[in-house]
C-alpha cells in the first residue's frame, strides 16, 4: 500500500497524517488494536472511522468507498468448548455450512456467542479481525478475501475499520488454511 498523497481520497488516513485534523474522519492507524498490531509487524494499512458505526455490510463499504465484496468479514466458530476457528470471507454472501463442516472435520458448529467473541478474539461483534488477539485461533481464510487488491475489515474498535491490500493481509497473516468457501455457496 501506497503512503497517502495528495491525491488520495479523504475518506481514510494513512499513520502518519496528523489525525488531529478536524476535517480528517478517520484516526491514526496506530491507534486502534488491530492497527498496532500491523504496524508492528510492518504491514501497509490505515484507517477509517465511520460517523456513525454502519448497520450492514453495505453501508460499510459505501462508506469506505468500497464494493461489498471488498469487506472482510472475520467470523468465529464455536467448535467445542475450548475449541474455535476464524473464517475469514469477503463480501455478504452466505457461507455453506455443510462445506464448513466437513473443512472444520466437525459435525456440528455453531456460530459464537457475542460473549464468546469478545473473550476469544478481545473484540467485539462488528470489529473483529486476525491480529492483536490474546490467542490465535484456528484461522480459514477463504479465496474470496484475495480477489480483491484492497480490502478492509475490523480494527478491535466499533465503528473503525482498517484498509490494506489483500497481498498485505495475506503477508500479514502467515500459514493460515485456505479454502473456498464461497464458491461452494455458489
Wanted: hydrophobic fraction near 40%; proline fraction near 10%.
Amino acid at each position: 500500500m501506497n503512503p497517502a498523497s495528495p491525491s488520495s481520497p479523504p475518506h481514510g488516513t494513512e499513520a502518519a497524517r496528523d489525525a488531529t485534523d478536524p476535517s480528517m474522519p478517520a484516526d491514526s492507524a496506530g491507534t486502534t488494536p488491530v492497527g498496532a498490531a500491523l504496524q508492528a509487524l510492518g504491514v501497509a494499512h490505515r484507517a477509517f472511522r465511520h460517523a456513525e458505526p454502519p448497520r450492514s455490510l453495505e453501508e460499510a463499504a459505501a462508506g469506505r468507498g468500497h464494493r461489498p465484496e471488498q469487506v472482510v468479514r472475520s467470523i468465529l466458530f464455536r467448535l467445542s468448548q475450548d475449541d474455535y476457528a476464524l473464517v475469514l470471507v469477503a463480501g455478504p454472501g452466505q457461507l455453506p455450512w455443510k462445506a464448513l463442516r466437513r473443512i472444520l472435520g466437525q459435525s456440528r458448529i455453531r456460530m459464537a456467542t457475542p460473549e464468546e467473541v469478545l473473550a476469544v478474539t478481545g473484540y467485539p461483534v462488528g470489529a473483529v479481525a486476525p491480529f492483536g488477539m490474546p490467542g490465535r485461533p484456528r484461522i480459514l481464510l477463504d479465496a474470496s478475501v484475495l480477489a480483491e487488491a484492497e480490502v478492509s475489515m475490523g480494527s478491535g474498535v466499533r465503528g473503525t475499520a482498517i484498509i490494506l491490500g489483500s497481498d498485505d493481509l495475506s503477508t500479514a497473516l502467515g500459514p493460515v488454511e485456505r479454502v473456498e468457501l464461497a464458491k461452494e455457496a455458489g
